[in-house]
């Protein structure tokens, strides 16, 4: 992309000094024109880059995967029930090739948690798609990909009222096929429906992402009923015994 940008830069060099040499009387005009193109070429650029960095997954050694699916029904009296649907997490040692996937839906399926009802579960089966063979960046996208999550990082749009209110860094995701996927074809009135990524900053500045997250809530036969998907996928340093 820099070597793009040097490219355009020196050609608008050479492109003024032409106009410098033949074309006083219409400089100013000319200046101008030019000046405006470099700043669409800038802006054209950003637009083709990717917001979001997941090169750090690529050099991965061990991971956690986590997916939560959550229906909250409310009956409009103050009344509202909880479930999850699924709620899994699972410790995977790509170097090794193995992994430790638990499924935590029925251990909370009442409100508490129980310890015993903690089940061992097949990781391709759990999350639909499998590691072997893969780095943790391939990972990462094909587990998006299965669960329904765009990989699409180009010219997302920053949430600015998810900032102003919680101090959070997302960016709205586009064409995530989970949104539908959660949302039932003869709701009564769709009230909000959106996927979007929460990221932070690595020590060189890239943007990487937290998590990722959809939201659809809609009226159902007098009921207001969300579901939301939860997927994290978290870079491990076990030596050090911190995330990073």
């Known amino acids: 992309m820099k070597g793009n940008k040097n490219m355009v830069l020196l050609m608008l060099l050479l492109t003024v000094a032409v106009m410098i040499t033949g074309c006083g009387s219409k400089m100013k005009t000319s200046e101008k024109l030019t000046a405006e193109h470099a700043i669409l070429i800038e802006e054209k650029e950003a637009e083709e880059e ?15 995967v986590e997916k939560v699916e959550r229906t909250i029904v409310e009956d409009g009296e103050g009344n509202a029930q909880t479930s999850y649907d699924t709620y899994l997490v699972s410790d995977v040692s790509l170097s090794n090739g193995t ?22 579960v097949d990781f391709t089966e759990a999350f639909g798609t499998s590691y072997a063979g893969k780095d943790g960046q391939e990972l990462l996208q094909d587990l998006l990909c299965a669960n ?16 102003e209110l919680t101090g959070q860094n997302t960016y ?10 959660l949302l039932e074809s003869d709701a009564d009135e769709v009230i909000k429906k959106e996927a979007y990524v929460q990221v932070m900053e690595d020590k060189e500045g890239n943007k990487i ?7 659809v809530q809609y009226q159902k036969g007098g009921k207001t009923i ?9 870079v491990n340093d076990y030596s050090g015994r911190e995330e990073v």
């Open 99 to 120: 992994d430790k996937t638990d499924s935590y839906a029925k251990a909370m399926a009442d409100g508490e948690f129980d310890e015993a009802l903690i089940e061992s």
């Open 172 to 181: 709205l995701l586009k064409n995530s096929a989970v949104l539908d996927k």
């Open 209 to 215: 992402p937290e998590f990722f997250s959809a939201q």
């Open 148 to 163: 329904g999550f765009s990989a699409d990082f180009v010219g997302l749009t920053f949430d600015k009222d998810t900032y």
């Open 50 to 64: 990717a917001v979001i960095s997941t090169k750090q997954f690529s050099s991965a050694k061990d991971l956690t």
């Open 226 to 234: 969300t579901k939301s998907v939860y997927l994290q996928v978290t």
